[in-house]
């Protein structure tokens, strides 16, 4: 789901659509940061590198990348700090292996990051709270929406971008609906798991953000 760099530069609308980006991967990052509790920091690298080795295999479409993505279970336990943690994942992602690039990271942010945020207020209190059939068929449509609305998302901006585009979009959508039903599956293992051994790491984006106050002597 990677965007590569040079695709949206073809035009003026890609050139807008970049710029478009990086604000609302600014803007969600620093909401995600302002609601994340710092002792909660752990939990968020922990994450970032969960969605940083399962989106190192990947297949390469040549203008994008189909693998998996982990963003349903990370906007299940971490709701808007799924930006940050998302954005620090690719920045590395761009710098040490060039997937995705830094001129696309703001929009490759966005179409992983948002998805997770959509997922967090639609699945979370079922997945969190409701009874086991009902928790594993929320997480199971967490994680396979988080694909879905990603490759929307994606093939909606190569649309944008481009007339010459827009086979390759559809191409985009269709490839994901198979990585879609595996992270559906891995999203449910997980989410399972998580209820029984560790049920408040789902609570936790539900918490208040508790910040340390420092005041000199």
């Given amino acids: 789901m990677h965007l590569e760099e040079a695709v949206l530069t073809v035009s003026t609308t890609g050139k807008l659509l970049l710029a478009g980006g990086w604000a609302a991967a600014a803007l969600g990052t620093a909401i995600g940061l302002r609601r994340l509790d710092y002792q909660r920091i752990p939990q968020v690298a922990m994450l970032s590198a969960a969605f940083f080795v399962a989106s190192l295999v990947h297949l390469p479409l040549g203008f994008a ?5 982990l963003n349903g279970l990370v906007g299940l336990v971490l709701g808007w700090a799924a930006f940050p943690a998302v954005l620090v994942a690719l920045g590395l ?7 995705g690039g830094l001129t696309t990271l703001g929009i490759n942010t966005v179409l992983m990051a948002l998805p997770a945020v959509a997922v967090f207020a639609l699945c979370n209190r079922p997945a969190r709270s409701g009874p086991e059939p009902l928790a594993c068929g929320a997480a199971f449509a967490a994680g396979a929406m988080g694909i879905l609305l990603g490759a929307l998302l994606l093939a909606g901006t190569l649309a944008l971008a481009g007339s010459a585009l827009d086979r390759l979009a559809v191409v985009v959508l ?31 984006p539900l918490v208040p953000c508790l910040r340390v106050e420092t005041f000199d002597a």
């Avoid at 992602?93 to 997937?99: D, K, P, S």
């Avoid at 039903?181 to 789902?202: D, I, Q, S, W, Y």
């Fill in 93 to 99: 992602q761009a710098l040490l292996f060039g997937f």
């Fill in 65 to 69: 990348s189909v693998h998996l993505v």
């Fill in 174 to 204: 269709l490839a994901h609906l198979p990585v879609a039903a595996v992270e559906g599956f891995v999203t449910a293992g997980a989410v399972l798991f998580l209820r029984k051994a560790r049920p408040e790491v789902l609570e936790a």
